[in-house]
């Protein structure tokens, strides 16, 4: 592993926001301290080559695992991948299933979003001023297609070919945490007709919509949520022994993936111009 905490940084075109199961095993892999506006990322960068691409894998919840979905500085996450030259971002989580054919072990790619978080900064223009006294302006983004429409036709496709039989498209439904749902919270979800429910999805995508980055969710089923099981109701035990059997699953699709994503300039997607000509009022990375 070289470290690298300053200089030149090395220019990368996709951020995949997860853990260690998915960078572990490369090679050349360089670690990169990133500051930001907004304070210090989940941790630092660590940067590779997949597929012939630069990408920088960015551990969601910090390398021990120790920040909880609530306090996760997701503006400093999505900055810093930004910031090194990332314009894709993919974002692999762990959701509960509100479906009961949805069971573990079910990729699903969202095409839309709820949010029902309650204490998170949302987005870089919220008219306060950031930690080097710059204040952004308010501005407004479209966001009616949460997701990078590229992306998630490439997440499915590969998937599928890999014999995975992805579903396309659903509501991923985003809640505080770190708790899970009580049985009348999942019932309530399941009966809007969503689809799964996670903690770390939002908000990720309105970020990285509000930075003009492409993002894809690809989320891994790894519980029945309290509503749709018969059992004890979801537990933390159930949850890291679902994902720790299929991340190896998730990182063939993701690496996959990585190889047929369009190059940054030659993006042609709804992502690329969130402003529509507003002025920021920051220098945006
Ligand atoms: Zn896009």
């Not at 890999?162 to 985003?174: M, Q």
């Not at 945490?177 to 399941?190: D, I, K, V, Y």
């Not at 003009?212 to 790894?222: A, E, F, P, R, W």
């Not at 018969?230 to 994902?243: P, Q």
């Amino acid at each position: 592993m070289v470290e690298s905490s300053s200089g030149t940084q090395p220019q990368v075109e996709i951020g995949v926001i997860g853990g260690s199961g998915f960078y572990s095993f490369l090679d050349d892999v360089m670690e990169v301290t990133v500051e930001t506006p907004y304070g210090p990322p989940s941790d630092s960068l660590f940067i590779g080559e997949v597929a012939g691409r630069r990408v920088a894998f960015l551990p969601r919840h910090g390398r021990k695992h120790h920040l909880p979905p609530h306090k996760i500085n997701y503006r400093a996450n999505l900055w810093a991948l930004a910031s090194v030259g990332a314009r894709q971002v993919l974002g692999p989580c762990a959701v509960g299933g509100l479906r009961a054919q949805y069971g573990p072990g079910t990729l699903l790619v969202p095409d839309q979003l709820i949010d029902r978080t309650k204490s998170r900064a949302q987005s870089y223009f919220d008219g306060m001023a950031r930690l080097d006294g710059e204040v952004p302006n308010v501005v407004h983004v479209t966001f009616a297609d949460p997701y990078c429409p590229v992306g998630r036709q490439a997440a499915i496709d590969t998937a599928r070919a890999g014999g995975w039989e992805a579903v396309d498209g659903g509501t991923l439904v985003v809640v505080e945490g770190p708790r899970f749902s009580t049985r009348a919270e999942s019932l309530w979800h399941a009966a809007q007709g969503w689809s799964v429910v996670g903690m770390t999805g939002h908000p990720e995508a309105v970020l990285a919509r509000e930075l003009g980055l492409c993002y894809t969710s690809l989320t891994l089923v790894t519980d029945l949520d309290a509503g749709a099981d018969t059992g004890e109701g979801v537990s933390h035990e159930e949850v890291l022994e679902v994902f720790a059997a299929n991340v190896g699953r998730m990182r063939d699709v993701l690496f996959d993936v990585i190889g047929t994503l369009p190059a940054n300039d030659s993006r042609d997607c709804l992502c690329v111009n969130p402003l529509g000509g507003q002025e920021p009022g920051i220098t945006l990375p």
